[in-house]
């Protein structure tokens, strides 16, 4: 096994810096990032990652690949994941799955290495799954930066690491058509923004903290949708429920893009819904064309770390108890979809699924969880994995393919990021994705956001479209909105 590098870390004393801290300063650099874990346990929230200034950045819209580093840039037309597997090759290890066994040292999840998305829409060039639909937002279909320098915070051990990697002998080869990439550029860009951050007083950090305005959410943004669009969003769901009875499908995830002015930041809006939603996989990215990505997803599309990959679909409840059996069926579908996929790619033995019965609750969400897992075969590329995983069950159906054909009937807009996964493929055989939904996208001074929910047979489409509303409303909790004197009255009133 041949490392290109072995990566560099620095411990750091964090002398009552916080993670609000570091983002108030980076989220005014270059793409920055921030994968943020608000619940911190050992499986699911232990660590919050930030990075800026790539060195590499690539972004597709169809089938059209543009790869950008250090001033030039390239193009090349052909299957993204064709583009991101000969990227992979160019900037990871050799012997990737297996990289993680020998770093030693800490147990550090990310030691530089890829963060991004897949939209939707790059459904449409997995086995021709999917009708494209263009993104009328503007956003790519996919988006991933190659960073060597980001700063990880452990919640458990109250640490923090400074980590750089920086390839000396990244190879010229490639196995498509798309040119190779040049070596990724020193990280000492983005390693002296992380130590000036560190450097500074605490008051200068707060200062640069509370110069970002608040987002303002009222109910008056909801008022905004109109009578009819209610009615046509009802007729959608009976029309859904009839589709499942003729395909003989057990559920459809079914979604609509409700839009919003938004005047402010949009860092001012991760900072409130990681305040008052914290969420195990949340996410904020600033696209290089200023777009950005806020997510507060609880939901986890794949994780692998050597061999061992998990996925944990969850089923949220929102109207009464007695809707807690109900959702646990729409649960047992989907990790069933899951365990499916699983089934290409790892060892059948090795196939595990719990689907839990006993509600959990994370800030105003109460859910059920599922956990799957599983031991990967012999297989040549990650990027393999994820396209057959890809897009996950729990935002689209089961079975995939018809529930995928149904969507593409009923819903009239493209699902830009909805859906999609965001995440991480870092040095030392480790990645960490996310589904992304109650995911909120900011363009052009407006946020639109993507809200979906799951149809069955039996469905009552009045209530289906309640719970769409609740899920926007817990989705944008905001002080004005739910809080008073401290303490959420929604929840008091449970």
């Known amino acids: 096994m041949r490392f290109k590098n072995i990566p560099n870390t620095i411990a750091v004393p964090l002398e009552g810096i916080t993670v609000e801290d570091v983002f108030s300063v980076l989220?005014?650099?270059?793409?920055?990032?921030?994968?943020?874990?608000?619940?911190?346990?050992?499986?699911?929230?232990?660590?919050?990652?930030?990075?800026?200034?790539?060195?590499?950045?690539?972004?597709?819209?169809?089938?059209?690949?543009e790869i950008y580093s250090h001033g030039d840039g390239w193009t090349s037309v052909g299957s993204p994941f064709e583009h991101l597997t000969s990227l992979f090759e160019a900037t990871m290890e050799s012997d990737w799955f297996e990289a993680g066994d020998k770093l030693g040292g800490e147990n550090i999840p990310f030691l530089g290495g890829w963060?991004?998305?897949?939209?939707?829409?790059?459904?449409?060039?997995?086995?021709?799954?999917?009708?494209?639909?263009?993104?009328?937002?503007?956003?790519p279909d996919c988006w991933f930066a190659y960073y060597p320098a980001s700063i990880v915070f452990d919640?458990?051990?109250?640490?923090?690491?400074?980590?750089?990697?920086?390839?000396?002998?990244?190879?010229?080869?490639?196995?498509?058509?798309?040119?190779?990439?040049p070596r990724p550029a020193s990280p000492y860009t983005a390693i002296e923004r992380i130590q000036f951050l560190?450097?500074?007083?605490?008051?200068?950090?707060?200062?640069?903290?509370?110069?970002?305005?608040?987002?303002?959410?009222?109910?008056?943004?909801?008022?905004?949708?109109?009578?009819?669009?209610?009615?046509?969003?009802?007729?959608?769901?009976?029309?859904?429920?009839?589709?499942?009875?003729?395909?003989?499908?057990?559920?459809?995830?079914?979604?609509h893009r409700f839009s919003f002015p938004f005047e402010r930041e949009p860092v001012s809006l991760?900072?409130?819904?990681?305040?008052?939603?914290?969420?195990?996989?949340?996410?904020?990215?600033?696209?290089?064309?200023?777009?950005?990505?806020?997510?507060?997803?609880?939901?986890?599309?794949?994780?692998?770390?050597?061999?061992?990959?998990?996925?944990?679909?969850?089923?949220?409840l929102y109207l009464d108890d007695a809707s807690q059996t109900y959702a646990k069926g729409l649960l047992e579908n989907k990790a069933d979809a899951v365990k499916a996929d699983f089934m290409d790619f790892c060892a059948p033995d090795s196939v595990k699924s719990?689907?839990?019965?006993?509600?959990?609750?994370?800030?105003?969400?109460?859910?059920?969880?599922?956990?799957?897992?599983?031991?990967?075969?012999?297989?040549?590329?990650?990027w393999e994995i994820i396209a057959k995983a890809f897009p996950s069950p729990a935002a689209i159906g089961a079975p995939k393919d018809k529930a995928i054909s149904i969507i593409n009937e009923l819903e009239q807009q493209g699902r830009s990021i909805y859906s999609g996964i965001i995440g991480y493929i870092s040095h030392g055989g480790r990645l960490d994705f996310n589904t992304a939904v109650r995911t909120v996208l900011y363009a052009h001074n407006t946020l639109s956001m993507q809200i979906g929910t799951d149809i069955s047979a039996d469905v009552d489409p009045q209530l289906q479209y309640d719970e769409l509303i609740e899920k926007m409303k817990r989705t944008l909790t905001l002080p004005s909105n739910n809080m008073k004197n401290g303490t959420d009255k929604e929840n008091d009133e449970r």
């Open 27 to 65: 989220a005014q650099t270059n793409a920055p990032i921030w994968l943020d874990s608000q619940v911190h346990d050992e499986e699911c929230g232990r660590y919050s990652i930030f990075a800026s200034e790539p060195s590499i950045i690539y972004r597709c819209f169809g089938s059209v690949g």
């Open 115 to 139: 963060i991004g998305y897949l939209g939707y829409n790059v459904n449409a060039h997995i086995l021709d799954k999917g009708t494209y639909k263009p993104d009328e937002l503007g956003f």
């Open 155 to 181: 919640h458990i051990e109250n640490k923090a690491f400074i980590v750089t990697y920086f390839a000396k002998d990244m190879p010229i080869a490639s196995s498509t058509n798309i040119p190779a990439p």
């Open 198 to 255: 560190l450097s500074k007083p605490k008051e200068f950090l707060y200062k640069q903290l509370s110069a970002l305005p608040a987002s303002k959410f009222t109910e008056k943004h909801l008022q905004s949708i109109s009578k009819s669009e209610t009615n046509s969003f009802v007729e959608m769901f009976a029309l859904a429920a009839e589709r499942i009875r003729e395909a003989n499908v057990k559920q459809v995830h079914l979604s």
């Open 270 to 316: 991760i900072l409130d819904m990681r305040k008052y939603f914290p969420l195990p996989f949340a996410a904020y990215i600033r696209l290089d064309s200023g777009q950005a990505i806020i997510s507060s997803s609880p939901e986890r599309f794949l994780s692998i770390s050597g061999r061992q990959i998990i996925a944990q679909p969850f089923q949220g």
């Open 354 to 382: 719990v689907v839990s019965d006993k509600p959990q609750k994370i800030g105003n969400l109460e859910y059920l969880s599922a956990k799957i897992t599983g031991e990967l075969k012999n297989i040549g590329n990650v």
